[in-house]
């Protein structure tokens, strides 16, 4: 099949084409850079706006996977707020109109979203799944400032929904965590954060972290091409998600670290100053359970972190 990737230069990205380009895929990049991606992956140039000689990639393609995005590992200033929320939008809503004029559109458009739109989970007795949950945006006692990015998600998901495919399946993917054993992932940074003694319980360390391993996301991508039944919002994260403590202290485990210290929530926004990015990624309670791909049939390869930590930390450790 031939896949195009809007965004496909970053980590997920990189998960994901190299997994593809192996299977025998054809795999075409969009990105705003020049890159020079593995062998076996074409890439174009596009700004992420606005339609250009990019849009014949999508035409005739078999499926567009847009993972294009401003990072949201970053200090969220207003102006790093307004980067994270149009360039999701607008990428989405470009990526529709390429879609919407090709002669032969693809037969399916997974676009990335994320978990983060749903509520904070403390408020809520259980996990959040695509028919039950609820997503966020008016929880009491949480920064006002974490709606942004539950308003970012849903403009993201309805940009998707409003273009007017008649004949292209629609996904949006609400992904949790990607654990991946590559440098700059969220696993490096947790790995990172463990260094600098903040490894242990983050605020009580209550809040539960969603996550899926990498591998999960190649695998549950490839089942959601297949299944022609299945469209709408999709949550991509494993069955297993687990308070932030429990999670934490499995990695360490795995690491071979001693217990660490816990920290407090002003420790907390410290340590994500160190790192240039922000506390509502360590502090926002996440608890999204993967109902739709269960219901269809989809078996995780990682379904437990201390299955899937282990795996990662020797990757890592194969790594260096
Ligand atoms: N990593 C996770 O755990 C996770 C979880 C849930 C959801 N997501 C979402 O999944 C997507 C991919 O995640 P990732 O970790 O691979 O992110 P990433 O490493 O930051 O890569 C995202 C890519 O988006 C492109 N991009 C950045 N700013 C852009 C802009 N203004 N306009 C157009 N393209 C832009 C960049 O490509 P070029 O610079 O090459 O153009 C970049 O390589 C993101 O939207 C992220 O929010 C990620």
């Not at 979203?113 to 408020?123: F, L």
């Not at 942004?148 to 007017?164: F, G, M, N, P, T």
């Not at 996550?211 to 949550?235: Q, S, Y």
Request: overall charge positive.
């Amino acid at each position: 099949m031939r896949f195009v990737i809007p965004g496909g230069t970053g980590h997920v990205g990189g998960v994901l084409r190299r997994a593809l380009v192996e299977a025998g895929h054809d795999v075409v990049v969009l990105s705003r850079r020049p890159e020079t991606l593995e062998a076996g992956v074409r890439h174009a140039v596009w700004d992420g706006r606005t339609l250009g000689p990019w849009a014949a990639e999508v035409d005739g393609a078999d499926v567009v996977v847009n993972l294009a995005g401003r990072s949201v590992s970053c200090r969220y200033t207003d102006a790093n707020l307004r980067q994270m929320m149009d360039s999701r939008v607008e990428s989405t809503r470009v990526v529709g109109e390429a879609i919407a004029r090709a002669e032969h559109p693809p037969a399916v458009w997974l676009q990335m979203s994320t978990a983060t739109i749903y509520a904070d989970a403390r408020h809520h007795g259980r996990a959040h799944d695509e028919a039950t949950g609820v997503l966020g945006g008016d929880e009491p006692d949480v920064p006002l400032y974490w709606e942004y990015s539950v308003r970012i998600a849903r403009r993201w998901e309805a940009a998707q929904a409003e273009a007017d495919l008649p004949r292209t399946r629609r996904v949006a993917l609400r992904t949790a965590m990607v654990m991946s054993p590559d440098r700059g992932s969220v696993l490096d940074y947790l790995l990172r954060l463990a260094r600098l003694g903040l490894g242990g319980p983050v605020a009580g360390g209550a809040q539960h972290v969603s996550w899926i391993h990498g591998d999960d996301v190649v695998r549950a991508v490839l089942f959601l091409v297949e299944r022609d039944d299945l469209a709408g919002p999709v949550n991509l994260a494993a069955p297993d998600p687990l308070p932030q403590r429990d999670l934490m202290r499995t990695l360490r485990r795995a690491w071979g670290r001693r217990p660490a210290l816990p920290a407090t929530r002003r420790m907390a926004g410290l340590g994500a100053f160190v790192l240039r990015s922000d506390p509502e990624l360590l502090l926002k309670s996440r608890r999204v359970v993967p109902g739709r791909l269960l219901d269809a049939g989809f078996t995780f390869d990682h379904p437990t972190w201390d299955d899937a930590a282990a795996d990662l930390v020797a990757a890592v450790r194969a790594r260096r």
